[in-house]
Nanobody
Framework: DVQLQASGGGLVQAGGSLRLSCAVS????????IGWFRQAPGKRREGVSC????????WYVDSVKGRFTISSDNVKNTMYLQMKNLKPEDTAVYYC???????????????????WGQGTQVTVSS
C-alpha cells in the first residue's frame, strides 16, 4: 500500500525556517510524481512545489520561489520541503502527495494526485 506521513510543522516567527518531511512507503520516487500542497482556512488547496517522476523537473508556485526547496531521498524514502524566510501568508496545513505517472513533465495540480499524507500545520506569526 502507498502511504505518506508528513511531519515537521510548527509555529515560527516571520523570517524563520522549517523543514517538512514526508516519509513514504509502497513506492519509489522513480515511478511517482511527488509534491507539497497547502490549504489555508477559507482558501482552496494549492500546489506549493512538485517533482516529476522522470527528469527531475521541479516546479514552485511563484510566491515561494527562492524561499522553499523541495527534495527527495531514495535511500531514506523521504521527501522534504525546506522553507526559509517564512511569511505569515505561508500559514496553512501542508500536505505531501504522490501519483504514479511516468513523465518528465511536472504537474502540480492537487486534483491529479492520488495519494496523500495527513497534513501538518505551519503557522507563521508576524
Amino acid at each position: 500500500d502507498v502511504q505518506l506521513q508528513a511531519s515537521g510543522g510548527g509555529l515560527v516567527q516571520a523570517g524563520g525556517s522549517l523543514r517538512l518531511s514526508c516519509a513514504v512507503s509502497g513506492f519509489t520516487f522513480d515511478d511517482y510524481a511527488i509534491g507539497w500542497f497547502r490549504q489555508a482556512p477559507g482558501k482552496r488547496r494549492e500546489g506549493v512545489s512538485c517533482i516529476s517522476s522522470l527528469g527531475n523537473s521541479i516546479w514552485y508556485v511563484d510566491s515561494v520561489k527562492g524561499r522553499f526547496t523541495i527534495s527527495s531521498d531514495n535511500v531514506k524514502n523521504t521527501m522534504y520541503l525546506q522553507m526559509k524566510n517564512l511569511k505569515p501568508e505561508d500559514t496553512a496545513v501542508y500536505y505531501c502527495a504522490a501519483v504514479k505517472v511516468l513523465s518528465a513533465a511536472v504537474h502540480c495540480v492537487w486534483i491529479e494526485y492520488k495519494y496523500w499524507g495527513q497534513g501538518t500545520q505551519v503557522t507563521v506569526s508576524s
